[in-house]
């Protein structure tokens, strides 16, 4: 199995900064793109930002310039660094990933089990 934890969440003013990390760990093979999506109360999940193993990062435009994704293969982790915060960045944020189990030819999709993040104004 695969499981993702994500962690580095909580509650932070308005135009502060938090930091969310998730690492990857069980079987794995290799990991094709991982990413951080939210979910804020009586909205669908959204996508925040996505990072291929080898290619270019996907920004949502409402936090272009703001966060930053960031990938480290050798420890199968991803970060999300969130400057300049927004009451409207509050939500659960979770992780996600695209794994290549060892024994398995095809990638399957996996969900951390989210972190809430809070931003008081």
């Known amino acids: 199995q695969v499981q993702l934890v994500e962690s580095g969440g909580g509650l932070v003013q308005a135009g502060g900064s938090l930091r969310l990390s998730c690492a990857a760990s069980?079987?794995?093979?290799?990991?094709?793109?991982m990413g951080w999506y939210r979910q804020a109360p009586g909205k669908q999940r959204e996508l925040v930002a996505t990072?291929?193993?080898?290619?270019?990062?996907n920004y949502a435009d409402s936090v272009k310039g703001r966060f930053t994704i960031s990938i480290d293969n050798g420890k199968n982790t991803v970060y999300l660094q969130m400057n300049s915060l927004k009451p409207e960045d509050t939500a659960v944020y979770y992780c996600n990933a695209d794994v290549i189990r060892v024994g398995l030819g095809t990638a399957r999709n996996y969900w951390g089990q989210g972190t809430q993040v809070t931003v008081s104004s």
């Open positions: 990072i291929p193993s080898g290619g270019s990062t």
């Open positions: 069980g079987s794995i093979f290799s990991i094709n793109r």
